[in-house]
């Protein structure tokens, strides 16, 4: 079983339940946003025991348009690694990894949020973008860890190397992150370390790179980001918190439009994403 968020003719961002191929609707859970407003022991029950109709729809980026995504950074030795690499100043990173707080940072909402399928994007006004494999947690109103989905948190590698400050340019843009397939729920998810995560980027009929890491070898507790997350923030309708990245490409790989990004989490998932170029957007 997995919780999916549907694009339907009459709403796009419908919460479902998903077995195989089917999906199915709880009335008393329209949303993703009203999933995160429940205890994690009232969403068990409900579960459990609320009656469902059948449903079809297509798969979209599992958020709402109420729940906010975070990112988390430097939480793995091969991001800070990677960071000092790209960086005039390393020294920066090597500081952020060993700290106590957290490096954590605003990231996405739905309207820039892409489902498994759609194309993410590379700014037109970066030389060079990575995509960021990750795991993400969500996270209901009262602290608590309901699932776990799969996060592309795409990087624009050329603007965020030449400041750190540039930060949240390299990182919030139309198109920066995918999510999904859907959402895992905590109770029937594999163990951290068990949570193996594969990236590859097809280009062609080849793969320009690929990695692997896993979940387990984060450098902080799901629960202490959680916990910084949540310091002097109110998230009414819960948050999602992406956890940072293990495997960066190496500073000779970079994507271009027409490759497709492929990630697989061991028990959650595979998400697909082809890459196509942001423009300077629209003048109005």
Same mark, same amino acid.
């Given at each position: 079983?997995?919780?999916?968020?549907?694009?339907?003719?009459?709403?796009?961002?419908?919460?479902?339940?998903?077995?195989?191929?089917?999906?199915?609707?709880?009335?008393?859970?329209?949303?993703?946003?009203? *999933?995160?407003?429940?205890?994690?022991?009232?969403?068990?029950?409900?579960?459990?025991?609320?009656?469902?109709?059948?449903?079809?729809?297509?798969?979209?980026?599992?958020?709402?348009?109420?729940?906010?995504?975070?990112?988390?950074?430097?939480?793995?030795?091969?991001?800070?690694?990677?960071?000092?690499?790209?960086?005039?100043?390393?020294?920066?990173?090597?500081?952020?990894?060993?700290?106590?707080?957290?490096?954590?940072?605003?990231?996405?909402?739905?309207?820039?949020?892409?489902?498994?399928?759609?194309?993410?994007?590379?700014?037109?006004?970066?030389?060079?973008? *990575?995509?960021?494999?990750?795991?993400?947690?969500?996270?209901?109103?009262?602290?608590?860890?309901?699932?776990?989905?799969?996060?592309?948190?795409?990087?624009?590698?050329?603007?965020?190397?030449?400041?750190?400050?540039?930060?949240?340019?390299?990182?919030?843009?139309?198109?920066?992150?995918?999510?999904?397939?859907?959402?895992?729920?905590?109770?029937?998810?594999?163990?951290?370390?068990?949570?193996?995560?594969?990236?590859?980027?097809?280009?062609?009929?080849?793969?320009?790179?690929?990695?692997?890491?896993?979940?387990?070898?984060?450098?902080?507790?799901?629960?202490?980001?959680?916990?910084?997350?949540?310091?002097?923030?109110?998230?009414?309708?819960?948050?999602?918190?992406?956890?940072?990245?293990?495997?960066?490409?190496?500073?000779?790989?970079?994507?271009?439009?027409?490759?497709?990004?492929?990630?697989?989490?061991?028990?959650?998932?595979?998400?697909?994403?082809? *890459?196509?170029?942001?423009?300077?957007?629209?003048?109005?």
């Amino acid at each position: 079983m997995k919780f999916s968020v549907l694009k339907t003719a009459t709403n796009p961002y419908q919460f479902a339940i998903t077995n195989g191929d089917k999906h199915s609707i709880i009335k008393e859970l329209p949303t993703l946003t009203q *999933v995160l407003e429940l205890r994690l022991e009232e969403l068990i029950d409900l579960i459990g025991s609320a009656p469902r109709t059948p449903i079809s729809g297509s798969f979209a980026a599992p958020i709402s348009n109420e729940v906010e995504l975070w990112g988390a950074g430097v939480t793995y030795l091969r991001s800070r690694d990677a960071r000092k690499e790209e960086s005039g100043v390393p020294d920066v990173y090597q500081r952020v990894y060993e700290a106590d707080r957290p490096e954590l940072f605003f990231k996405s909402n739905a309207v820039r949020a892409r489902g498994t399928g759609a194309p993410v994007g590379i700014r037109f006004d970066s030389a060079a973008s *990575v995509p960021e494999p990750e795991v993400a947690i969500y996270i209901n109103k009262y602290r608590e860890i309901i699932g776990y989905a799969i996060c592309n948190d795409m990087t624009a590698r050329t603007i965020e190397g030449e400041n750190p400050l540039y930060l949240s340019q390299a990182k919030i843009y139309s198109g920066s992150t995918s999510l999904g397939p859907n959402i895992t729920p905590s109770w029937l998810a594999p163990a951290p370390e068990d949570m193996t995560i594969s990236a590859k980027i097809e280009r062609g009929s080849s793969i320009a790179w690929s990695a692997q890491t896993s979940l387990g070898s984060l450098n902080r507790t799901l629960e202490d980001l959680v916990t910084y997350l949540f310091r002097c923030q109110h998230f009414p309708h819960g948050a999602i918190l992406s956890t940072g990245t293990g495997i960066v490409p190496p500073l000779d790989i970079s994507l271009a439009a027409g490759d497709i990004v492929d990630i697989e989490v061991a028990g959650i998932g595979t998400l697909r994403n082809p *890459v196509e170029i942001t423009p300077e957007g629209p003048i109005s």
